[in-house]
């Protein structure tokens, strides 16, 4: 008898042609996630398994598994080569404290000439020989005794279905560029979009020595937690300080933040493209603040020329987006008092619907912006974000 961990995967299947592809990828994001612990990953039948592991990093192994994308549940299980006889055996010297079972069979083995439902009453039979002091109960059982039975000889017995994230393999549709701020919503957005398959690099405007040292720390420490998620990636930290400076030398103040916003995604796009991203990720939500109004997005998206901006949290109330920042773990750290560069040089009445034409009139005025843009760009620190 040997412990191992069900893996079960989640849309991938529908992916008829394609679900080769999308097992592989899946298979490789597991062993990347996995490979910090003494493990092996095992492939039969639409499942993987985990073996080979010390019964004590059980635990730590399901919590990295229920943040790769892609699996739909896990079980910790005893694995046995298929004997009927001997389950209840098997399972009864550490059998879950319970009153009530119930046993669910599962007999993918069909060369057994039982039913699903005949086993199971021989199974609860065996147990209620070994443990007389439990009964039956097959509509609300305390305790839920699940036997899969294999194709290739082999059983799983196991009491635990944890649901994970399902979600697509992360890097099975394309790679985005998030613009990552020190903010709540933004590590959201991005675990949101790497749920969907995205890989994830990051870029961060940084206006030191307006926005401190550990401003940026933070922006780094929020990588790291949402890489547990996405895997490593790089983020592109980009020096803001002298563009923020031209903006509150020659534009109207009410215009700065939507100014502000026209570079930040000019220059997120141009980064993108030499990244070979395919979308810019951002937190917006719509009306949350200004600067997320729909004049201020249409201003926004006028800079970026040939990417789509996908804004993943767009119809989602601020209590829904802490409450997902909360479950992956940003929140503690997103609420760190830095401050943004985003709120240094913050007007006191930003324009909540800005015209195009005016937007783009102030976003002219600036003196030498391409020289500014392109100052930055080549500039650039990037910071290998790895796993926390
Ligand atoms: P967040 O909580 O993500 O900071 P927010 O509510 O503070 O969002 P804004 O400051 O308007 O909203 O920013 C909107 C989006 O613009 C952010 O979600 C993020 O994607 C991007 N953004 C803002 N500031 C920065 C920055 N300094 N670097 C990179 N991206 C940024
Ligand atoms: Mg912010």
Do not use: W
């Not at 040997?2 to 298979?27: H, M, P, S, T, Y």
């Not at 065996?126 to 899969?148: G, T």
């Not at 195009?356 to 976003?363: D, G, I, R, W």
């Not at 002219?364 to 620190?381: P, T, Y």
């Amino acid at each position: 008898m040997e412990k191992v961990i069900i893996i079960r995967f989640g849309e991938i299947f529908l992916k008829g042609k394609n679900k080769k592809f999308f097992e592989n990828l899946l298979e490789k994001n597991i062993k990347n996630a996995l490979s910090i612990y003494d493990c092996i990953i095992e492939k039969s039948h639409n499942r993987f398994y985990v073996a080979g592991y010390n019964a004590d990093i059980e635990d730590s192994i399901i919590e990295t598994l229920k943040k790769v994308f892609g699996i739909h549940s896990v079980s910790p299980a005893v694995k046995m080569p298929t004997d009927i006889s001997k389950v209840a055996n098997i399972i009864c010297d550490d059998l879950p404290y319970a009153k009530t079972f119930r046993v669910t069979v599962k007999r993918a083995d069909k060369t057994i000439n039982l039913t699903s439902t005949e086993i199971a009453g021989q199974i609860g039979g065996d147990i209620l020989q070994l443990k007389p002091q439990m009964s039956v109960d097959l509509h609300n059982p305390e305790l839920n005794i699940n036997v899969d039975i294999r194709e290739n000889k082999t059983s799983y017995i196991y009491y635990e279905n944890i649901k994970c994230y399902e979600g697509m393999p992360v890097g099975s549709s394309g790679k985005g560029l998030l613009l990552l701020s020190g903010g709540i919503d933004s590590p959201v957005a991005g675990f949101r979009m790497a749920k969907r398959g995205m890989q994830i690099n990051a870029i961060h405007f940084h206006s030191y020595p307006f926005t401190s040292i550990q401003a940026k720390e933070k922006v780094v420490e929020l990588g790291g937690i949402i890489s547990n998620y996405c895997g490593h990636f790089p983020l592109f930290v980009v020096p803001f300080t002298k563009i923020q400076q031209a903006i509150h030398q020659y534009c109207r103040e009410d215009f700065m933040i939507t100014v502000m916003r026209m570079i930040m995604v000019e220059i997120s796009e141009r980064i993108a493209i030499k990244q070979n991203c395919g979308a810019l990720i951002t937190g917006e939500s719509l009306g949350q603040v200004a600067s997320q109004t729909l004049e201020s997005i249409t201003v926004t998206n006028s800079r970026v020329k040939s990417l789509p901006v996908l804004r993943p949290l767009i119809d989602m109330d601020k209590t829904e987006i802490i409450k997902i920042s909360k479950e992956i773990e940003t929140f503690e750290t997103s609420i760190l008092p830095y401050e943004d560069c985003c709120t240094i040089f913050l007007p006191k009445n930003p324009i909540i619907k800005p015209k195009l034409s005016v937007a783009e009139a102030e976003y002219n005025k600036i003196v030498g912006l391409q020289e500014l843009i392109d100052d930055a760009i080549n500039n650039v620190e990037i910071i290998k974000i790895k796993n926390k």
